[in-house]
């Protein structure tokens, strides 16, 4: 009988219920469509790695710090002799010597423009050799031989519109060298985004290492070993200096070398579904307690023909369930297709994956219907208690209940708790005296405010909705008026339909504050400390020997500062270790910039000193003249005395430690030192800087892998970075939006049904339905003002409170972006048109007598 009452409840209202399953069905989609691509780029990469990782790999012992690999940007081989050694092991069946390198840039000549991946997935250069278990094969052309010609990947040279006997220049570390296209190579399996290079070994020993060596040997057994017992016999044989990994080691260095990129999608989709979850749920529980306020009398008869407050409550819940498992199934087929998709988003990158293979786990369906009926369930028993608490026979009259004013006194009392309690929060962590204790406080205040201004949406209603709409009954005549007073007839609905936008607004608005604020500050410092007129990054590869000649040698420069970073462990007197690193710069940095001096001289860097921040000072109580000792490893070390401390609010040297080249260089030679990652150049005194700027360009034309900016350009390069977070923020906003215009047709749609009778009578007595239509459109564009007033408030105060927590970390200057916040209301009004087309349709269309004559 009772799921009988249900499933006739549920097909009654589908119409109404489409809305909210829809919302049901994209949380779930997006949390099935993320964990399956999340599979099946796994399981890809897994194939890949198994399928081609040697059986041992055997390399150079990277040097170590602290027991931590040391990045130095060398390339580090091993003899041709090891190969030999290797191939002599028991159980060896075959031995490849490899040569191998990230640190090549391929060129097109005709364009000047680089070959290979943008996207920050490498560029491989190495020698071509036939292996058991190669990842790639020759599917046009011929393997390189001699020193003109290199063969390239398939995708690289369709995307960059090479062939067969197509020009390719390659940029080395210590040269510059042409070849011809010979060959072109096809995965066998997946793409993983890289580039692909091959020449012959010969060249690729003397082009990319300048020697005849190796980067690593490829060992294969003849199955009579297992990869331990080979890792074992090469170390015993080789002793000390070398690193040997096994098939399985080296899988899980490349499922590593993806995993963070991966990692970052995953994320990024579940940060969609929770928003998602989150805003359908406000459109779940609003649907439920409209539906249930509309079965009042119903819900008054079955109690009062024997109907238990437990039969009651699980009537309601019986259709949620229903709507859960009908929306996680179809949000579980849309999943699929979301998985096809970002699957052809990597395709797009680079990253072949094949939706032939999607992967469907089990934590796949246990997560779509684990989400989609746990959610809609949840959602619905809040309305479906106060459902069951109906007494009979004020259900029969068809009031509210008794314990309505009772509940509100309660939320009202919570909602101040929480509101007020987070508001305290971030009052404390804009006061705070580090930027991590202000940020768990920050973390803390956001959700207690947003849980704070969702209890008390439908108290605030009232008095917004009067605010917003006072000058509707003066422009529209009656049909504002009407508008302004069903907005405000229930404050629960309101409250419900507006938190959905709420909390897009919040979010876009909260981190468009931070980010302006980054992006000023961070000109600001520019504008102050950067005296240097260009800034010329290396990015990947660093700038080589030739690249630094071909900048001193452009006309019109005055210097040229090169700056590098070496890993380095620093010891302070108090006994501290701290792993940091230390950046070489030229003598004439202090001349391109001006440092904010705490306490010293900068003048002292050309005295064989080090920087340090001020908070490094105050935490070891170091002084200007106190030593620290560095340690670079491989036994290289010095004492430093410290010439200047930093004080700390500019981000440019924040955390940085400053020595010149030739302070460094008494520990590590020049010529032991990690490429140069960024220069700065000055302009001659008297010289155009924009006519520089264009010769600096034509100087470093053959080498596109740099980034040359002015200051102007530099400040655009730090903006576009943020913007990326911002437009992920725009992206869950626009979900948000989605879900929240599905949250207010769905109001309006149930309200006009609600209130059939009354527009009947409206109609009656004169309103036209063009005024009907009206009424509720103007309904629409309140209710959405007053979410996107409450998100506005929010978002300027998580905003406002994050520039405060990191002033002192650089973030000095608090922008707030009026044009996005008046765009934002702007549309807010556009929402409440576009949610209000449909309902006012449907009102405009109701027969008059028959509204009447609605029961």
Known sequence: MLLKTSLRSFFAHKGRMILSLIAVVLSVAFVSGTLVFSNTATSTFDRLFASTASDISVRQEPPKLNGKEVHDGKIHTVPVETAQKVAALPGVRTVVGQVFTEQATLVDPATDKAVGPTTGAPTLTGNWAETPRNSVEITSGTAPRGDGQIMLDADTAKKSGLGLGSPLRLIAADGTYDFTISGIVTFKTT????????????????????????????????????????????????????????????????????GSFLDFMKY??????????????????????????????????????????????????????????????????????????????MKSVGMNLSGSELQIGLNVPIAAYGVGVVITVLAAWIPARRASR????????????????????????????????????????????????????????????????????????????????????????PSGRLAQRNAMRSPRRTGATAAALMIGLALVIGASVFTSSAVESINSQVDES????????????????????????????????????????????DGAVTESA????????????????????????????????????????LAVGDRIAVDYGQGRTQSLPVGLIVKKGNSLFDGNYFATVDTVAKAVPVADQPPVGVAFAKAASGADVAKTLTALE?????????????????????????????????????????VAVLGVVNTLALSVVERTREIGLLRAIGLSRRQLRRMIR???????????????????????????????????????????????????????LLAALIPAFRAGRMNVLAAIATD
Do not use: C
């Open 191 to 258: 793409n993983p985004g890289a580039a692909l290079a091959f020449l012959d070994t010969a060249t690729a020993q003397k082009d990319l290492l300048g020697s005849t060596a190796y980067t690593s040997v490829e060992a294969y057994g003849d199955g009579s070993r297992t990869d331990d017992q080979l890792k074992a016999d090469a170390l015993s044989a080789f002793g000390s200096g070398y690193q040997v990994k096994t098939a399985a080691e080296q899988k899980a260095d490349s499922n590593a070398d993806v």
């Open 268 to 345: 990024a989709m579940l940060g969609f579904a929770l928003i998602s979850l989150l805003v359908g749920g406000f459109l779940i529980i609003n649907t439920f307690s409209m539906l249930v306020a509309q079965r009042t009398r119903e819900i008054g008869l079955l109690r009062a023909v024997g109907g238990s407050r437990r039969q009651v409550n699980q009537s309601v819940l019986v259709e949620a369930l229903i709507l859960g498992v009908l929306g996680s199934t179809i949000g579980l087929g849309a999943g699929l297709g979301l998985a096809e998709g970002l699957i052809q988003l």
């Open 390 to 477: 109906i007494a009979p026979m004020a259900a029969l009259r068809d009031h509210g209940t008794p314990s309505e004013a009772k509940a509100n006194r309660i939320r009202t009392a919570v909602g101040l708790v929480l509101t007020v309690g987070g508001g305290a929060l971030l009052v404390a962590a804009a006061g705070a005296d580090s930027a991590g204790t202000g940020g768990k406080l920050l973390g803390v205040g956001v959700v207690l405010t947003l849980v704070g201004f969702v209890v008390l949406g439908p108290l605030l209603a009232t008095t917004v909705v009067r605010v917003l709409g006072a000058a509707l009954p003066k422009l529209f005549g």
């Open 530 to 573: 950067v005296g240097a007129d260009y800034i010329i990054a290396g990015g990947r590869t660093g700038l080589t020997k030739e690249m630094l000649k071909a900048v001193g040698a452009t006309p019109g420069l005055a210097h040229v500062t090169t700056q590098s970073g070496l890993d380095a462990v620093f010891t302070t007197p």
């Open 582 to 621: 230390v950046s070489a710069v030229s003598p004439t940095f202090t001349q391109d910039f001006k440092i904010p001096v705490l306490t010293g001289t900068a003048d002292s860097l050309q005295q064989g000193a080090i920087t340090i921040g001020q908070d490094f000072a105050k935490e070891h109580h």
């Open 698 to 738: 034509d100087s470093l034309k053959g080498y596109p892998q740099l980034t040359v900016k002015d200051q102007a350009g530099y400040k655009e390069l730090v903006q576009a970075q943020f913007n990326q977070l911002l437009y992920m923020i725009y992206g869950l906003l626009g979900l948000a939006i989605i």
């Open 778 to 832: 103007l309904e629409s564009v309140v209710i959405a003002l007053f979410g996107a007033v409450l998100g506005t408030g929010l978002g300027l105060a998580w905003g406002v409170t994050s520039q405060k927590v990191l002033a002192s970390n650089g973030l000095a200057t608090l922008a707030i972006p009026t044009g996005t916040i008046v765009a934002t209301l702007f549309a807010s009004v556009l929402i409440g």
